[in-house]
């Protein structure tokens, strides 16, 4: 598969990349375009700004899905705009050096020197305005919506609603082709989130990765979350073995084994033992008052 733009609606487009197989985002307004994530590199930023310019040359601003390296790192071919994200700008650099690290050793493992180098040399470009709760971005004539969700596929997911044209950008909240990655997620609240984003009904809803669906696509992989995290509770509460949550799930094993690790991870641990402390004994009856016998004279002669 090559590069490729797909219409979802008038003037919102979708861009499938091969790398990852990966959809990134364009919304495009009378006065300026929104770009949904931008890729996994500096190289890979640059040819998508080159792409868009092929449809609109109106200023754009930046909206990040999540802070994982491939919806971000190539934002530097972009130069100075807006960028929009839950995360901040803190949060973006201490884990985007991590990740750049672990990707570019990664790459060299998988015998990839040159999807390596182009990782570790991508300037990393953090949000400067953040998103709480839900914001209106008007583009000219068009207003799109930037709604905090979560936590669920991360703690700092966000969507985008093109509510004129029945569109929503889903990030990683719902993969198409692809089981959804537990790492660093979270099972239990994920699902809810789904629910919550899929409850005006959105016509097309376009995924981090894979191609644009319906919503009864969407609504069907909510509740295969669903399922997920029953799984994991069952587990938890010992109504299920692990063995049997890994045998009978609707992602596979490595997604299941993931999403249990997770909980468990998220799960507290038990309150530290007290030292133990002396129970009083049982309690005494009260005491029994003996009254004096006293000697009455008394005159029956009365």
């Known amino acids: 598969m090559s590069d490729r733009w797909i219409e979802v609606a008038p003037r919102v487009w979708a861009r499938r990349l091969k790398e990852l197989d990966q959809t990134l985002g364009l919304v495009i307004g009378d006065d300026c375009c ?58 973006y650099i201490g884990r985007g050096d991590e990740q750049r690290t672990a990707w570019a050793a990664r790459y060299r493992r998988e015998g990839r020197e040159e999807d390596a180098r ?25 207003t799109v919506v930037l709604r905090q969700v979560g936590p669920a596929h991360s703690d700092n997911d966000m969507v985008i609603e093109v509510p004129d044209a029945g569109v929503l950008f889903a990030g990683d909240l719902l993969e198409n ?21 899929l409850s005006w009904k959105p016509k097309v809803v376009v995924p981090g990765h894979g191609d644009p669906a319906d919503y009864w696509w969407a609504r069907a992989q909510a509740r295969d979350l669903a399922e997920m995290a029953r799984l994991c509770a069952e587990v938890a509460q010992g109504f299920l073995s692990e063995e049997e949550a890994l045998a009978h799930n609707p992602f596979g094993e490595a997604q299941m084994r993931a999403a249990l690790d997770r909980c468990k991870a998220l799960t507290p641990p038990p309150p530290e033992p007290q030292a133990a402390v002396a129970e009083p004994g049982p309690s005494l009856p009260p005491p029994v008052i003996v009254y004096d016998v006293l000697d009455y ?3 029956m002669r009365r």
């Open 34 to 91: 929104l770009v949904i994530d931008t890729g996994i590199s500096a190289e890979a930023g640059f040819e998508y700004a080159t792409a868009i310019r092929e449809k609109t040359d109106l200023p754009w601003q930046v909206a990040y899905t999540h802070d994982h390296f491939d919806h971000w790192f190539g934002t530097s071919a972009f130069g100075e705009s807006a960028v929009w994200a839950v995360g901040d700008g803190a949060q």
């Open 177 to 197: 082709g692809a089981a959804p990655s537990y790492d660093g997620a979270f099972p239990y609240e994920w699902p809810q989130a789904a629910e919550y984003l």
């Open 297 to 299: 004279d008394i005159d």
């Open 118 to 142: 182009r990782i570790a040399r991508s300037k990393l470009v953090p949000p400067n305005c953040q998103v709480k709760g839900a914001i209106g971005l008007n583009l000219g004539g068009r």
